[in-house]
């Protein structure tokens, strides 16, 4: 089967230990994860940030509040710029990658490089690519909000 995907370039004002904690912190993930439309409770978030760890999420997504259970693997953890994860919503275990890449620009600001590879058909991949830029946009609200900063997350 060909391997399909997208790739997603970001800038946040944030240091890219900041945007690391987003990833890596289930406070954090689960206030950004799935964007406005989603409520991810904050007790059935799971990580295991580690080569081999699990890592899940389960997520209520818009008015209907439609059940979504997220899950997947990390393959490899370089803290704070680099994150290979498994992700997947489905029964039949088939998972896409993602690549997370976070490089340091200088007073205060991260480059986010996102990719996102597998199984999906090329015009489900646009469906997930606006997705995610939905997701990233949450995330940068976050970033930018000194309530957010200041929390004990």
């Known amino acids: ?19 690391w904690q987003e990833w890596t912190e289930p ?9 406005p ?11 295991d940030v580690r080569p081999g ?12 509040r439609r059940l979504i259970e997220w899950k997947g693997e990390y393959l490899e953890v370089v803290a704070p710029n680099r994150l ?7 029964a039949d275990e088939i ?7 976070l490089n340091d620009l200088g007073a ?12 999906l058909r090329p015009e489900e991949y646009d469906a997930t690519k606006d997705g995610w830029e939905v997701f990233f946009d949450q995330m940068a609200a ?3 909000s000194p309530a957010a900063d200041n929390k004990n997350l």
């Open 95 to 101: 998972y896409e990658r993602v690549t997370v890449i």
């Open 27 to 35: 406070e954090r993930f689960a206030d950004w994860f799935g964007g």
């Open 108 to 119: 205060g600001r991260t480059e986010m490089l996102f990719e996102q590879r597998g199984h």
């Open 84 to 90: 290979v994860l498994t992700f997947s919503n489905r």
């Open 53 to 64: 760890g699990r890592w899940g999420a389960t997520m209520f997504f818009g008015p209907e």
């Open 1 to 19: 089967m060909t391997e399909y995907g997208f790739t997603i370039r970001r800038e946040f004002d944030a240091p890219r230990e900041r945007v």
């Open 37 to 47: 439309e989603a409520e991810i409770p904050l007790e059935t978030v799971t990580m």
């Open 142 to 144: 976050r970033l930018n």
